[in-house]
């Protein structure tokens, strides 16, 4: 069982240790999760899939909350629409 | 209690009433405005918004088109959070008997001044990638139109106010008499005349008028920006709302300004719960997936209902009730209210002024139905 | 997991469904990459398995079909969930209030915060300003600090007084006060402030400062994280789906824990918000109840009689201050999901109102984060509950009518 998973945010890889949420990775990597309707930049609020904030597109699919997504080896996250 | 009397008193502040209160204001009148709960809080609330020409038949379509104009001189007024979108329609058509449909439409349209182009399969598709493939074609209405009903609503009463209207909400209105109209708070208040555009309540307000519930369902998704363009109507919508008594489902579905796509519709009659029908719920998801495939993936975040104000000819009552000089009607909008709002007011008050309307009055006044109505 | 288990021991055929990834909930969310985890929670995870209950993960009901039948969603398989009795443990979340800068990226729950750790957030070696209030954030400071994190202050908004009296109701339980002294040595050294809230929260794309209120001063502190919640508020969405009554703001029951819908069951913080022993009795009781073990259950009654106490005094001890309900300057969001700011929402006069107006409350996370901090601000009393009470895929609520027809269920939870 490898203990770090890397997956790919916005086009670069990020690494994480197995077993994180994509929101982990993307807080790892200091990146925003999604824009705002008014155009703020948000990150993941409430950690247990409630506030939708940590929305992003995974592997196409958008809408996907970060925060309650396992980190899969080469996933595609992407936090523009 | 009101020592003012009023030169009118409308019941009802949806998107009806809301438009009477602005067009009887800016023509001088000193007007009060009632409504039991909330601006454009009933049916107003609930609907689609939109804005459509539609031929039913040629009195619903005479009224649809005269207002659908009336919107759009006022759009430059409009402020954003109305959400006032071009969008246009789509009639789809799923074979060749619809496809004759189109072309009658077309033809119907084209001769009264209305802009329309007749699709065919591929320029179908083009337009609306997301459709399944196979439909033999459509017709695309530009000028059609949504915006956000509520904002709306609330935007002609301030206009109304601006006129020196007064709007008292949260308070019902118990009975309509002749020179004033009695409140639940046990007050009154007193006018010239009075209009009903209590939507789905009108007929506890008149007697003797055939407005009927008609319960619809809604489901709005998260936002998906570009998957859809224009408002789609499948082609047997008519069939659904020509229909007098049974449920009925038809595709119809619009692109919000948000990015949402929001997804209709549904008829019921008799259905008194306010409650999602599971049944009617699954049919008309059922039929939106059949004609877009692509929407079954999509996150929906919510489901709710309305009610449909419904006359059994289809066109809405605008006009005195029968033998009454002061009190009118201005209800039973079915699906078209929004649309309708502007002519309905324009149309009342010249008949109330004794100018002649742009477009005639009469296939739409109550007198026009065989019963007799009784004086309240 | 306590229902479950107790549920199934007595020879139902039992699943538990729940939205998280993992078993446990917030309080036991499962640590990444932790060789152990809380002795408690494992022996209550050893249980749940050992009894052959089902477990449906990252799973969200979202309707209801028909009395009897609930349909859940993950990710793109639809879940019919039949049962013969339901025992609802939906628990609670944070309640976020707003202020300057709260919707800038790392402004995150307590608990929330804590939540990310534990699924693979690093944060050795970060400052985090932890504020809010309740025991939550005592948890959650001694959880950071163990994890490497330094936190500069706590920021509790209860003044000392009430702080006070509730150590002193503590001190008359020994579990806790083992559980106070663990505390202790994990946040021993951190700064502990009462009286004390977040004013505004700085960052240009991020948060890069807070400026906190303690005793009237204020004083502005360089941080990468603000751990900020508001005590809990419980997840009533799926009780009124269900039709059950509430009383006070949670779900009403019975000595057993069976709400007012016979066959359905409701435990822990929905009931009211109790904490872990709390949860934990109320569970058993309410699995020994729907398994028939009616005796055994009677047996817990005084110790939930205690838990109960404490959960009363929680409440009065972490009530919030009017102070907090000045915090939103006019531009500050209340409405994250729609961007509805509060001086829109002033003009308002209803929750219904400001809903058809603004959009607040209309955004995916369906009044969840935004609900409680216009009931909190304004009085706002919320609408009631329409399905779906979680967003769903357009082809799963188009099978709203599943479990219907064919008796394809996927799991039994209770019955004998």
């Known amino acids: 069982m490898p203990s770090q998973v890397t997956v790919m945010v916005n086009g670069s890889p990020v690494a994480v240790p197995a077993g994180a949420t994509v929101a982990a990775a993307l807080g790892s990597a200091g990146q925003p999760s999604r824009t705002s309707v008014t155009g703020e930049p948000r990150g993941p609020l409430c950690g247990m899939g409630i506030c939708f904030e940590c929305r992003v597109t995974i592997n196409g699919t958008p809408h996907r909350r970060a925060c309650q997504t396992f980190c899969e080896a080469g996933i595609d996250v992407r936090t523009e629409e | 209690m009101s020592k003012v009397a009023y030169d009118a008193v409308i019941v009802g502040c949806g998107i009806v009433g809301a438009a009477c209160a602005m067009e009887f204001a800016r023509r001088g009148m000193r007007v009060a405005a009632v409504d039991r709960e909330m601006v454009g809080g009933g049916a107003t609330a609930a609907g689609m918004g939109h804005i459509v020409a539609m031929d039913d038949s040629d009195a619903q379509f005479t009224l649809t088109r005269y207002s659908q104009q009336l919107w759009q001189q006022l759009r430059p007024e409009l402020p954003d959070d109305v959400e006032y979108e071009q969008c246009g329609t789509v009639w789809v058509a799923a074979d060749e008997e619809e496809m004759n449909e189109v072309r009658r439409k077309h033809d119907y349209y084209r001769s009264r001044g209305v802009p329309t182009e007749v699709l065919e399969s591929r320029r179908l598709k083009e337009l609306e990638p997301n459709l399944r493939d196979g439909f033999v074609g459509g017709l695309l209405v530009p000028e059609d139109g949504v915006l956000y009903p509520p904002c709306a609503a609330r935007f002609l009463i301030e206009r109304a106010q601006e006129c020196g209207a007064k709007i008292k909400t949260g308070v019902c209105v118990t009975k309509i008499e002749q020179g004033h109209v009695r409140l639940s708070d046990g007050g009154e208040i007193a006018g010239g005349i009075m209009v009903n555009a209590a939507g789905i309540t009108a007929p506890e307000l008149t007697a003797g008028i055939e407005v009927k519930k008609r319960k619809g369902h809604l489901v709005i998704t998260d936002r998906y920006p570009g998957f859809l363009r224009h408002q789609l109507v499948e082609l047997g919508y008519l069939k659904s709302a020509h229909s007098v008594s049974s449920d009925s489902v038809a595709f119809n579905v619009q692109p919000r300004r948000t990015g949402q796509i929001l997804i209709g519709s549904s008829r019921q009659y008799g259905a008194e719960s306010d409650a999602v029908d599971n049944v009617i719920l699954t049919r008309m998801l059922q039929r939106a997936q059949e004609y877009m495939p692509a929407i079954g993936a999509l996150s929906a975040i919510r489901v709710w209902t309305g009610f449909r104000a419904a006359t059994p000819d289809k066109l809405p009552l605008i006009g005195p009730v029968p033998g009454d000089r002061t009190r009118f009607l201005a209800a039973g909008h079915e699906g078209l209210g929004i649309t309708t709002s502007l002519g309905t007011a324009r149309i009342l008050a010249d008949h109330i002024h004794g100018r002649a309307p742009e477009i005639p009055i009469e296939p739409y006044l109550p007198s026009r139905a065989a019963k007799e109505f009784a004086h309240a | ?380 009393n919320p609408d009631s509950v329409r399905p779906p009470i979680f967003p769903a895929r357009v082809v799963h609520l188009a099978a709203a009518l599943a479990g219907q027809s064919d008796t394809q269920t996927a799991s039994t939870l209770g019955g004998s």
Not at chain 3, 252 to 259: A, K, P
Not at chain 3, 302 to 316: G, M, S
């Open chain 3, 1 to 380: 997991m306590a229902a479950a288990a107790r549920a199934a021991e007595c020879g139902a055929r039992v699943g538990i469904v729940d939205d998280n990834p993992t078993l446990g909930g917030q309080i036991w969310r499962g640590e990444s990459g932790e060789a152990q985890e809380k002795q408690e929670a494992a022996v209550w995870r050893k249980a749940v398995l050992a009894a052959g209950v089902s477990t449906f993960c990252g799973t969200r009901v979202f309707h209801q079909s028909r009395p009897g039948v609930l349909i859940a969603e993950h990710d793109d398989d639809l879940h019919v969930l039949g049962y013969r009795t339901l025992i609802l443990a939906t628990g609670a979340r944070e309640r976020f209030l707003p202020f300057p800068g709260w919707t800038l990226p790392n402004v995150m729950g307590a608990g929330g915060l804590q939540a990310m750790v534990k699924s693979g957030l690093p944060i050795r070696g970060k400052r985090v300003v932890v504020a809010g209030t309740g025991p939550l954030l005592l948890a959650v400071a001694a959880y950071l600090r163990q994890h490497g994190a330094e936190i500069p202050i706590l920021c509790e908004q209860a003044p000392l007084s009430s702080l006070f009296r509730f150590l002193v109701t503590l001190l008359r339980q020994p579990k806790k006060v083992g559980q106070a002294l663990l505390l202790k040595k994990s946040v021993g050294g951190v700064r502990f402030a009462t009286s004390s809230w977040p004013l505004t929260a700085q960052g240009k794309r991020m948060l890069e400062s807070v400026t906190i209120s303690r005793h009237g001063k204020s004083e502005t502190i360089a941080c990468d994280y603000l751990a900020c919640g508001f005590h809990l508020v419980p997840n009533l969405e799926l009780p009124l789906l269900l039709g059950c009554q509430i009383h006070g703001g949670y779900v009403q029951v019975d000595d057993l824990q069976q709400t007012t819908i016979t066959g359905i069951y409701c435990a822990g913080e929905p009931t009211s918000i109790g904490g872990v022993e709390s949860s934990l009795v109320e569970g058993q009781i309410a699995g020994l109840a729907a398994g028939g073990r009616r005796e055994e259950a009677q047996k817990l009654f005084p110790a939930r009689e205690k838990a109960r106490r404490f959960a009363v005094t929680l409440d009065r001890t972490f009530r919030l201050r009017h102070e907090l309900r000045n915090l939103a300057s006019p531009e500050t969001l209340v409405c994250r999901c729609e961007d509805v700011a509060y001086a829109r929402l002033q003009k308002q006069a209803s929750w219904r109102t400001a809903k058809l107006q603004t959009r607040c409350g209309m955004g995916p996370c369906q009044g969840r984060i935004c609900g409680p901090v216009t009931q909190f601000l304004f009085k706002w």
